[in-house]
């Protein structure tokens, strides 16, 4: 791991995490050139103790690892913070995916990946994590048991603050800013992932869900999010 002795700058700083030494220097390079600070670890040991000491814009994790691996790592940052994570896999398995987004990655890139597909869905994710371009009119709405804050970004149930990551609370605004209007499963993930992902429905489906666990007191009984049969979703009050 790359010792940090210096406060890092907020919001590009990126750690990488892989113990394929070609790889993390590929990665590296790559996210110099686009003025990003790079701290790296070779296994998940060092990762949770590198993101213990300090901030990161975003987390670019490798699931094979030795000692403790990324969808392990990815678990145990999730339990504190809902920093951006992209997954790189070596597997190009729809189980490997839908597990790591189930464990709380916003994105994930199979190996071998194009750098300009990484640079790209790391910018993407960042952007989603601070996006502002809510109006400031908006301010605070009440759907029944739920609260939101569209300024700060922040979700109540019944009084009780609701921890989401970036990913999930721009999924939850799209559709509570639109009460009532359905959005197909292509909508939502090209404006949410890019046009990339805009037939990966299974996606889409594992982060519903967890939103669902999280703002509806009954997932499988959800009031507020609602499924349109083989069309998409949609945000009632």
């Known amino acids: ?28 390079r790559s996210l110099e050139k686009h003025q990003f600070i790079v701290v790296m670890a070779t296994n998940g040991w060092d990762a949770l103790a590198a993101f213990d000491q300090a901030t990161f814009a975003a987390v670019i994790l490798d699931i094979m690892m030795p000692q403790l691996n990324g969808l392990e790592v990815c678990r145990r940052i999730r339990q504190k913070s809902t920093v951006p994570i992209i997954m790189l896999t070596a597997l190009n398995e729809e189980t490997d995916k839908i597990t790591a987004l ?10 071998p990946f194009a750098v300009g597909e990484l640079i790209a869905r790391l910018q993407s994710v960042i952007r989603r994590a601070n996006w502002v371009d809510v109006p400031r009119s908006v301010g605070t709405q009440r759907f029944g048991d739920l609260e939101m804050d569209f300024d700060q970004r922040l979700v109540w149930r019944d009084g009780t603050l609701i921890k989401l990551t970036p990913t999930e609370y721009q999924i939850l605004r799209e559709l509570a800013l639109h009460p009532g209007k359905i959005f197909s499963h292509q909508t939502l993930l090209t404006r949410l992932w890019g046009a990339d992902h805009c037939r990966d ?26 499924t349109e049969p083989g069309i998409g979703y949609y945000f009632m009050k």
Not at 10 to 17: D, M, P
Not at 103 to 109: H, I
Not at 207 to 221: L, Q, S
């Open 102 to 111: 189930r464990e709380g990655a916003d994105d994930y890139l199979t190996k």
């Open 201 to 226: 429905a299974e996606y889409l489906r594992v982060y519903i869900g967890r939103v669902r666990h999280k703002i509806e007191r009954d997932a499988n009984r959800p009031k507020h999010i609602l």
């Open 1 to 28: 791991m790359d010792s940090i002795t210096h406060e890092l700058p907020l919001g590009k700083t990126i750690l990488v995490v892989d113990d394929e030494p070609n790889i993390r220097d590929v990665i590296h």
